[in-house]
């Protein structure tokens, strides 16, 4: 029998799950070998029968952890699908402020007290409120790896996901590096999988898939000052996705 | 006869993000009927302030997964505008093209994954794939052309790369530009069968009229999506600096996506909206569409914003074509992009696949963002759909239970809301 699978989404954009449409052709393909049974953005139809979940976003209310609970309950397996439900993503940028800042820059002084739907607290990852099983890092993520951690998962294996730097991938396609041109780049320290293509396209690694295991801090720093780059603009970097995951501070 | 019915829908399918439609009625009375947006609040206009000019179009582009493209463009408009920065006709050029690629992948996601099955009584595309193979094919084949031509100009299909502050990180080689004007030539056949397939079933989009106010870009010159004025059905055109007092924004509570008001209790954008504004110049081929599937201007029917849609596919590959002509006769140029930061405030308006969007940035000296306002289509259709349903739902109420919600659920769909876009 085909593994049922089923896909949700909290605080995102929903751009990783729009990946899974982005497979184009390939979707046809996915589809032979897995049952989609629940997803909103793309089927009428809703189960809380299946083995597999994918979740986009990050948790950020009462009312979404306690959802996210529920498909933990029905899933066997359940896979964070871009880096906001990995490791809340641009939404950590939240972090620097307080809750009652951020509501009241948005909303003013609208009357937004004891409603669930405004009750938010600090952003957080999936694995800070269930169990994940697999994570699936990228913003958004790439749908050629999304396809491979499918086929994986329905052959029992465990999904293969880099943990090696950027600039491997981009040393593979012989790009010049980006810090010639006089950009900073976290590509150093950032998880390989992406196939390098913000340095591909002459923009420096954003750092959008987060940290390798281990990453060598030491070395970035030695490249950021051997290029005469300041501490303070590469900080700003590491903050826009992995905001508290720095690994400079 | 007494009959009590009650929906209480959560979560519509089909569209992007979480909205709930409430609705009870008793003896052919409807006694409530309420859109909810439940949608997780993500605080970007403050996720923006204190970042530097050359991140903040990254940051602004994961407002939304579908419309990336356009909250990049509104978002380097305003940071542009706020700091003097002067952009060349061939970066003009790009960014339209770009924009057309949003817009062909965003409609035909709609109209052919998320409406269609409506057209054809099932609950998604994946059925269809057994009983309609080809096309679906043909409905994927032009969602990849589409994809394939936001990489060639973005670097990548959503969260554009290559787009920054004054230009471009890495602009497309003429032979791209060329591989894709042929691929643009070869799709006209495609989607003339897809659109016969998706007019062979119209019958099955209601026939409900409310009339509202329309609000989208409005230029002399062209069909009017990457620039031009703010237009209204109601009071003709506005400077873009004006439209804090077209929007009006105000918070209710069962929604975290602002809603917004002009003249009316309502008002509408996006395909439909720019058709009654702008039809006179829309391409021939778009023309075309219209005339086959009978779309007017003023039209006041929101489920055919579907057919706009089409309508704008057709326009936006034949306009491409024109664009990438243009781009390869000027010749393409690598150009230096020289930024000179200063403080300011800045206004960036461009039309999303699903209506008129706006940026507004103050950036300080140093060239951080100090202050920040968007304003979202779907934040703008928020209070036209429950005015919608106001007055679609007691015409529903001799249907069963189910035909209702369906109904309801089918209006709110052609729409195309964003709706986690719209709460950002």
Redesign the interface.
């Known amino acids: 029998m085909k593994p049922k699978v089923a896909v949700f989404d909290f605080a995102s954009c929903e751009g990783c799950e729009l990946q899974i449409m982005n497979l184009e052709e390939k979707v046809i393909d996915l589809i032979d070998i897995v049952d989609v049974v629940s997803f909103r953005e793309a089927m009428k139809e809703n189960s809380n029968d299946y083995d597999i979940a994918f979740i986009d976003g990050c948790i950020v209310r009462p009312l979404d952890e306690k959802r996210l609970k529920e498909i933990r309950n029905c899933a066997n397996i359940l896979v964070a699908m871009g880096s906001c439900a990995c490791f809340t993503g641009i939404n950590g940028l939240r972090k620097q402020f307080t809750d009652e800042d951020v509501k009241r820059t948005v909303y003013g002084n609208a009357i937004i007290e004891n409603n669930p739907y405004f009750d938010v607290f600090q952003p957080k990852a999936i694995d800070e409120v269930v169990k994940v099983d697999h994570y699936i890092y990228g913003c958004p993520i790439d749908r050629n790896e999304l396809a491979e951690v499918i086929t994986s998962l329905v052959m029992g294996k465990k999904p293969d996901i880099p943990n090696y730097p950027v600039c491997v991938e981009c040393k593979q396609k012989e790009n010049i590096c980006v810090f010639d041109y006089g950009n900073f780049c976290i590509g150093p320290v950032t998880r390989a999988g992406c196939g390098a293509i913000c340095p591909t396209n002459n923009c420096g690694c954003e750092g959008c898939r987060g940290l390798v295991n281990d990453p060598d801090t030491e070395s970035e720093l030695e490249v950021l000052q051997r290029y005469g780059l300041s501490l303070d603009d590469a900080l700003d970097r590491f903050e826009m996705f992995c905001y508290q995951k720095g690994v400079v501070k | 006869m007494s009959r009590e019915v009650k929906i209480n829908l959560e979560?519509v399918?089909?569209?992007?993000?979480h909205g709930n439609i409430v609705m009870n009625s008793k003896n052919g009375k409807i006694q409530s009927i309420k859109w909810q947006?439940?949608e997780?609040?993500?605080?970007f206009?403050?996720?923006l302030?204190?970042?530097?000019y050359q991140?903040i179009s990254?940051?602004a582009s994961?407002?939304?997964?579908?419309c990336?493209i356009a909250h990049s463009l509104a978002s380097l408009k305003a940071s542009e505008n706020a700091m003097g920065v002067v952009i060349s006709d061939q970066t003009i050029l790009l960014r339209k093209l770009a924009l057309h690629a949003e817009n062909i992948q965003s409609h035909i996601?709609h109209v052919g994954?998320?409406a269609a099955?409506d057209l054809f009584g099932v609950?998604?595309?994946?059925p269809l794939?057994k009983t309609n193979r080809n096309a679906?094919?043909d409905i994927?084949k032009l969602?990849?052309l589409a994809?394939e031509m936001s990489e060639l100009i973005c670097?990548?299909?959503?969260?554009p790369?290559?787009l920054?502050v004054g230009g471009f990180?890495?602009i497309p080689a003429e032979e791209g530009l060329i591989s894709l004007e042929e691929k643009l030539n070869n799709s006209f056949d495609i989607f003339r069968d897809v659109s016969k397939t998706i007019l062979a079933n119209i019958d099955k989009l209601p026939n409900f009229e409310r009339e509202t106010e329309y609000i989208g870009l409005v230029s002399d010159k062209e069909y009017a999506l990457y620039d031009g004025m703010i237009g209204s059905t109601d009071t003709g055109m506005h400077d873009i600096d004006e439209y804090l007092s077209i929007t009006n924004e105000?918070?209710v509570?069962?929604?975290?996506a602002k809603y917004t008001e002009h003249m009316r209790e309502s008002y509408m954008v996006g395909a439909l909206a720019r058709f009654n504004l702008n039809n006179s110049r829309i391409k021939q081929k778009g023309k075309e569409v219209a005339e086959n599937f009978g779309l007017e201007s003023p039209c006041f029917n929101p489920f055919m914003n579907n057919v706009a849609q089409l309508v704008e596919v057709a326009h936006c590959l034949e306009d491409s074509i024109y664009i990438i002509n243009r781009l390869i006769d000027r010749g393409l140029h690598d150009e230096r992009v020289q930024v000179e930061v200063s403080a300011g405030r800045g206004i960036g308006a461009v039309e999303a696949p699903r209506g008129i969007l706006f940026h507004d940035y103050v950036i300080d000296e140093d060239g951080k963002c100090i202050k920040a306002n968007c304003i979202i289509p779907t934040n703008q259709n928020h209070a036209n759909i429950q005015k919608d349903m106001e007055a679609f739902a007691p015409t529903l109420l001799h249907k069963s239970r189910d035909e209702i919600e369906h109904n309801l659920e089918m209006l709110v769909r052609a729409y195309d809301p964003c709706i986690?876009?719209s709460t950002h």
């Open positions: 979560h399918s089909r569209i992007e993000g947006v439940p997780a609040p993500r605080f206009e403050k996720l302030t204190g970042r530097d991140d990254h940051i994961r407002i939304c997964g579908i990336s996601l994954y998320l099955p609950g998604s595309i994946f794939i679906v094919t994927i969602h990849r994809n670097g990548r299909t959503t969260h790369i290559t920054k990180t890495k105000f918070v509570p069962h929604s975290t986690s876009c």
